[in-house]
């Protein structure tokens, strides 16, 4: 099978249309959905004319260890302070790198990719605009060189590209060859970007001019400004014809009720819906429900259950769904399979197939498509699976449950560390030795998860309301671009 390198996602949808606005995050972005969230609400409203488009990419996150990196450092520390910070340093050279690496080979197909998406989704759509910020725009620049070699690999016809910080080096001849690719091309640099002289092999054309782009300089704008200030770069570099709007003062708005992912998509659901997600949540016994605020208090409460329940009671506030989310993945150690989930529903769809094939390994109704099972099934039959994995997320489940018939050893003789002994001996000590090893057998991924889930303050209530959620976004939300 061809490897997918973009995950993409629509953050707004005009169907009369027929250009695209692509966005490309660069390193240390869109590494998981809190952070993806974030991106999607800094694109200004006002491109809303044009398709959006965000597209992720496997850009890692300069805080992300593996196993050698950790024993690299720890191995250094053990020698001397000095060697720590060396070996720190050299490893995180080494992981930019990579994921540098990784920008030039997903740059290549973008636009393979983003073709085959637009004609999935939206056929009509003929002409695009591409914006890449940091390693984004290496990823661009990559797409462009591709198509100076062959300019048939492509039947989008390209308008304006956008290059914010790139963090890539183009020379002025092969500049030529790319400025000939697309109606436009802008280089939007700044000369006080002081992390792009971290990428100390290259002169970064985030930082200078290079003709023949026209190059738009973002005066005292720092790596980090992009994206915040995006609407302010559209406007300086008169992107795609974008005039913008005025803005006045941001205001702070409510936390629960402008949770996007939450609020919108419920007040469409009917009322039965919520009811069960209230359900579910009552079983808590960190949360209280205000029957005369049913909505605010809901996501006021589900909320409250993400993340640390000790930290948001001090607090007074929880965390966004979108970090919910981010946090069950973790949890469920659904990490890597999350860089394919470009819409929120298909990340729902993952944690529900999960959380029903740790807790029903007989089999359950949702292993292979849970959105499209979700789809044809009633709701109060669905509402009766929610209601059967809630059983068995309790504490409780595990003291009256029988162990599944699979792990339940029927034979007079038992097998532990590859040693076989006789029922008769489990009143003798010498079983002691070989009781480790049976522990391993019984006590696998599945179980362990399970029995964290159910020891977990809220996780028991949170997991089925998700579940809830789920089957209204399926139902009554506005994504558009998942495929089913």
Sequence with gaps: MKPQHFSFTTQSVNGTTTTANVFIHGYSAGHNFSDRALLISQIPQALNTDINLLAFWESSHFGSFGK????VIYGASRLHPAATVAAFAGDRAVHFAM???????????????????????????????????????????SALRKLVQNHDACDLIINDVLLMAAAVEVSAHEAQALNDTAERVINAYSKSDAVLLLNADEKCMGRHEVAPFDNVEMIKFGHLDY?????????????AGFNGQQLGQPQQQDSTSYDVLLHGLLQRAPKDVLAQGIKHLKTSSWTKIDEKQPLHSFIQEIQHLGGNCMVNFVRGRGITYAMLLDMLVEHF?????????????????????QVFDNAFPEGHAFSFSPINAVKAMPSNTYFSHVDALAERLTLASYVKAPLPS??????????????????????????LPTLPGLLGKRINGRWMT?????????????????????FARVHWGNERGFKQ
Excluded at 68 to 71: A, D, E, F, Q
Excluded at 99 to 108: M, P, Q, S, T, Y
Excluded at 125 to 137: A, D, P, Q, R
Excluded at 343 to 350: N, P, Q, S, W
């Design 68 to 71: 050698l990196s950790r024993n």
């Design 99 to 141: 994921a540098r690496k990784r920008a030039n080979v997903a740059g290549e197909a973008l636009l393979e990719e983003l073709g085959e998406y637009l004609l999935e989704h939206y056929p009509y759509v003929t002409h695009v605009n591409l914006v890449g910020h940091s390693l984004g725009g290496r990823v661009v620049i």
């Design 227 to 239: 994206w915040p200030k995006l609407h302010d770069v559209l406007v300086r570099t008169q992107f």
């Design 333 to 353: 150690g659904l990490c890597n399979e999350r860089q394919k989930c470009g819409a929120v529903v298909e990340l729902e769809a993952l944690l529900i197939r």
């Design 406 to 431: 699979t792990e339940v050893e029927t034979s007079k003789t038992m097998a532990a560390s590859g040693e076989m002994f006789n029922v008769t001996q489990l009143a003798s000590w010498n079983m």
């Design 450 to 470: 399970n029995f964290k889930t159910a020891l977990k303050p809220g996780y028991s209530a949170l997991i089925p309301t998700v579940a809830v959620v789920f």
